[in-house]
């Protein structure tokens, strides 16, 4: 397991296009306008790295434009917030769809409230 200061966390909406921004991720990243981003799949959440054979670019503002196909497959539709989650030790940001977060927190929330939910 990663400790906690190695994780940048931010929260943000997902616009119509598909796009999500945290400069401060972003930078914490060392992802400048026009980094090249590939994202894949892993346990229903996003995954993207900086990578030169990338299929998007950050734009002038530092948004990332996730992919349709990426976007579905997550269950992630126009205007949901996200959690954003940086690991710059590991140069990756995982965009957590707001299906995937119940699932992450059901165990806490059940524990939160004595065992009941």
Do not use: K
């Amino acid at each position: 397991m990663l400790p906690r200061r190695d994780v940048v966390s931010g929260m943000c909406w997902m616009d119509r296009a598909g796009r999500v921004s945290d400069r401060a991720l972003m930078e914490c990243l060392g992802w400048t306008p026009g980094t090249r981003v590939g994202f894949t799949i892993r346990e229903q959440l996003i995954v993207a790295v900086a990578d030169e054979n990338g299929n998007r670019r950050l734009d002038n503002r530092s948004h990332l434009w996730l992919p349709l196909n990426v976007r579905h497959a997550c269950r992630l539709y126009d205007r949901e917030r996200v959690l954003l989650a940086a690991l710059p030790g590991r140069q990756r940001l995982i965009i957590h769809p707001p299906a995937s977060l119940g699932q992450l927190t059901a165990a806490a929330h059940v524990a939160a409230l004595g065992g009941d939910l």
